[in-house]
């Protein structure tokens, strides 16, 4: 089967810079997603790292290393709107290429 | 392009009354999947379809059935409902295969079975 570890509560301040981290296990690596969902709403796709490396995306960036299993997505410049749940999913052979969701962490921002 | 759709929003049963929920997507994406999503638990999967035509279990298919009934519309329905599948319930379509696999996130079924 496949698991997925990410911390379940991260608390920063506004304007500073918060690491989420995921760490995984599974067969057939495939790929590495980072989605967000705000409280009562859905979960809207960040993110993905199908090879090693940093991707960046305005403010938000993923980091896949693949030797060790281990990814995370760094938010800068943390605005009051960031506190969301945060969700990695892998997409790997041993899941039929199905996204396998984390249980999400959770990110509140303080002024 | 309203992306992908669910009804109903809200929808409260009593033990044992069956309903179908109902998903659709405009983006002409071969994928549709349907997640439960319970507090501390993520999202798990209980049933997807790679191609019309085709339905596969995933982690929590007990208690549920679907139907594929073209490539826009992906349906979910619970035939004797139990208070444990009190949940929120999404949709999501993707493209298959395609670089990135983004999945695409309908607002949501909150239901509750008392």
């Known amino acids: 089967g496949q698991s997925l570890e990410q911390p379940s509560e991260v608390t920063a301040v506004e304007g500073a810079i918060v690491q989420i981290n995921c760490t995984y296990q599974t067969s057939g690596f495939y790929g590495l997603s980072w989605y967000q969902q705000h409280d009562g709403g859905a979960p809207t796709f960040l993110s993905y790292?199908?090879?090693?490396g940093l991707e960046e995306t305005g403010r938000f960036s993923s980091f896949l290393s693949r030797s060790d299993s281990y990814g995370y997505l760094l938010l800068q410049e943390l605005q009051m709107k960031d506190s969301a749940s945060y969700f990695c999913a892998v997409k790997a052979s041993g899941g039929s290429y199905i996204p396998t969701f984390g249980r999400g962490t959770s990110l509140i921002v303080h002024p | 392009n309203a992306g992908v759709t669910q009804t109903p929003k809200f929808q409260v049963l009593k033990t044992g009354q069956s309903m179908t929920l109902q998903c659709a997507q405009d983006m002409n994406h071969n994928s549709m999947y349907w997640y439960r999503q319970d507090p501390g638990m993520g999202l798990r999967l209980i049933y997807y379809s790679a191609s019309e035509g085709t339905t596969d279990k995933g982690e929590v298919p007990n208690g549920y059935n679907v139907s594929r009934l073209n490539k826009r519309e992906f349906s979910l329905r619970l035939e004797s409902a139990a208070p444990s599948q009190t949940s929120v319930y999404f949709c999501?379509?993707?493209?298959?295969?395609?670089?990135?696999?983004?999945?695409?996130f309908g607002p949501g079924t909150r239901l509750t079975v008392l």
């Open positions: 790292n199908a090879l090693d």
């Open positions: 999501a379509s993707s493209d298959w295969g395609g670089s990135t696999d983004t999945q695409y």
